[in-house]
C-alpha cells in the first residue's frame, strides 16, 4: 500500500521591499512521505521570493515534467520555472529550453559546493538560467518551523531574507551562483 502525502497549510505573509511585493498567501502544500521538513520550507521559501499571483506549487517530487514551482501563461507559455536542489545538467537544460526564466534553489551544504563544481562551465551555457545558494544552517532551521498548519511571516531586504513564526524567526542570505 502506497503511503499517501501529508496536506500542509500555510498562511505566509510577504513583504518583499526588493520587488515591492506585498501580500499574505493562504498556500496548501503536499508533503510527499520522502520529502524532509527542511525540503518543504525550501519550497515555501522559493515561494516567498518569487511570489507572484500566477506563481503555483507542481506535482513536484512525483513527477519529471514538472518543476517544484512555476508560472504557466495562458497559452502554456512558461515565464518561470523554480528547480530545488541540485538537478542535473539534463534537468537544467530541459526546463532552460521550456522556459523563459529559471530559478536554482540549491540547498544541503556541502554536497551544493560539490555539485557547482561538478557543474564547471555548464552554466553558462544557459542565457536564462539563475541559481542561488541557500545556506545549510539556515535550511535546517526553518525545516524546525514545518508543520500540518503554519503561519509564516517573510520579509526580504537588500537581499536578506527574514522567515519566522509565533517561535522562531530565521536570518538568512541567499548567495547568488550564476550568473555572477
Given at each position: 500500500m502506497a503511503?499517501?502525502a501529508?496536506?500542509c497549510?500555510?498562511?505566509?505573509?510577504?513583504?518583499?521591499?526588493?520587488r515591492?511585493y506585498?501580500?499574505?498567501h493562504?498556500?496548501?502544500l503536499?508533503?510527499h512521505?520522502?520529502e524532509t521538513?527542511?525540503?518543504?520550507?525550501?519550497?515555501?521559501?522559493?515561494?516567498?521570493?518569487?511570489?507572484?499571483?500566477?506563481l503555483t506549487?507542481?506535482k513536484g517530487l512525483?513527477?519529471?515534467?514538472?518543476?517544484?514551482?512555476?508560472?504557466?501563461g495562458w497559452?502554456?507559455?512558461i515565464p518561470?520555472?523554480?528547480?530545488?536542489g541540485l538537478?542535473?545538467?539534463?534537468?537544467?537544460?530541459?526546463a532552460?529550453n521550456?522556459?523563459?526564466?529559471?530559478?536554482?534553489?540549491?540547498?544541503g551544504?556541502?554536497?551544493?559546493a560539490v555539485?557547482?563544481?561538478?557543474?564547471?562551465?555548464?552554466f553558462?551555457?544557459?542565457s536564462?538560467?539563475?541559481?542561488f545558494e541557500?545556506?545549510?544552517?539556515?535550511t535546517?532551521?526553518i525545516a524546525?518551523m514545518a508543520g500540518k498548519?503554519?503561519t509564516?511571516q517573510?520579509?526580504?531586504?537588500?537581499?536578506?531574507?527574514?522567515?519566522?513564526?509565533e517561535?522562531?524567526?530565521v536570518l538568512?542570505?541567499?548567495?547568488?551562483?550564476?550568473?555572477l
Amino acid at each position: 500500500m502506497a503511503l499517501k502525502a501529508t496536506v500542509c497549510k500555510a498562511r505566509l505573509n510577504i513583504a518583499d521591499m526588493d520587488r515591492g511585493y506585498y501580500h499574505e498567501h493562504g498556500l496548501t502544500l503536499a508533503q510527499h512521505p520522502s520529502e524532509t521538513d527542511e525540503r518543504l520550507m525550501v519550497r515555501l521559501l522559493a515561494f516567498a521570493l518569487n511570489a507572484h499571483g500566477e506563481l503555483t506549487f507542481t506535482k513536484g517530487l512525483s513527477t519529471d515534467d514538472e518543476p517544484e514551482l512555476w508560472r504557466r501563461g495562458w497559452a502554456d507559455e512558461i515565464p518561470l520555472w523554480i528547480e530545488l536542489g541540485l538537478p542535473d545538467e539534463s534537468r537544467i537544460r530541459k526546463a532552460c529550453n521550456r522556459a523563459d526564466q529559471v530559478r536554482i534553489y540549491a540547498y544541503g551544504g556541502r554536497p551544493a559546493a560539490v555539485w557547482r563544481r561538478e557543474m564547471g562551465n555548464s552554466f553558462s551555457r544557459f542565457s536564462n538560467l539563475e541559481v542561488f545558494e541557500l545556506p545549510r544552517d539556515a535550511t535546517q532551521a526553518i525545516a524546525d518551523m514545518a508543520g500540518k498548519s503554519m503561519t509564516l511571516q517573510c520579509t526580504v531586504q537588500d537581499g536578506q531574507v527574514g522567515l519566522g513564526d509565533e517561535r522562531d524567526h530565521v536570518l538568512l542570505e541567499p548567495t547568488r551562483l550564476y550568473p555572477l
